[in-house]
């Protein structure tokens, strides 16, 4: 495996580490929770994932050997450190569907790895394809400069002339179409990313999985997660 595609083009993909069964579980485990939260956007987390594939030994050492191989080529100055992996399954459908597309983002660890689950295949391309931009950032531990980073990228002002324009010809500038057994890995700490709008009435649901927590040593990044994730759930209580 050409890891090194993580650097050079900014994403891998890898298309024989979910197998037909995994997917199977994937998606009936995702179909049963989209029954539950019916016709709305919603995140899960951790305890959600008891009983499930998500939580399983044999499908968590499929992920961090991945994770492992990346590290160990491309970025082995972390090959030393331990990291817990933080795992959310994002499902959005329903009318407000448009509040979860283009809200470009860093996320605070240094590997993303995107698992499309259900993905929509309409005619009007809105699918809910994966933009990135590479390397906007570099890897660094100043948490001011990171908080300083977000508010700038993260704005709404930002995110709708991300949202509106072509910047191919300025930046690094990619759209992933993202398919079903596939997995994709990033940088998710370098690389400004964020999905395009889905069309009213479709799903599409994949599973985040980070590792490496560039500030895993922070309360203040702790306690804005922890605040996020008491947000989501009482979103879809």
Not at 31 to 40: Q, T
Not at 94 to 108: C, I, M, R, S, W
């Amino acid at each position: 495996m050409n890891t090194a595609e993580i650097k050079n083009s900014g994403y891998i993909v890898k298309d024989d580490l979910i197998t037909g069964t995994d997917l199977e579980s994937l998606q009936a485990f995702t179909r049963n929770s989209i029954e539950e939260f019916k016709g709305r956007n919603f995140r899960l987390y951790d305890k959600d994932f008891d009983n499930s594939i998500i939580s399983s030994p044999a499908f968590n050492n499929k992920i961090d050997s991945f994770i492992q191989n990346i590290i160990k080529n491309e970025y082995p100055e972390f090959s030393n450190k331990s990291s817990d992996i933080y795992k959310v399954l994002r499902v959005v459908a329903g009318a407000k569907q448009k509040e979860q597309a283009n809200l470009f983002h860093f996320d605070a660890h240094l590997i993303t790895i995107l698992i499309p689950i259900i993905i929509p295949d309409n005619a009007n391309n809105k699918n809910g394809d994966l933009v990135i931009l590479p390397n906007i950032r570099r890897v660094h531990k100043y948490l001011i400069l990171n908080i300083i980073q977000k508010i700038f990228f993260q704005n709404k002002i930002v995110r709708k002339i991300l949202s509106k324009f072509s910047l191919k010809n300025f930046l690094d500038y990619k759209i992933l179409k993202l398919k079903v057994g596939n997995i994709y890995a990033f940088n998710g700490f370098t690389t400004l990313h964020g999905n395009m709008e889905i069309d009213e009435g479709s799903v599409r649901a994949t599973l985040l999985v980070h590792a490496y927590d560039i500030f895993k040593n922070s309360s203040i990044i702790k306690n804005n997660r922890k605040r996020s994730i008491m947000k989501e759930v009482k979103n879809i209580q």
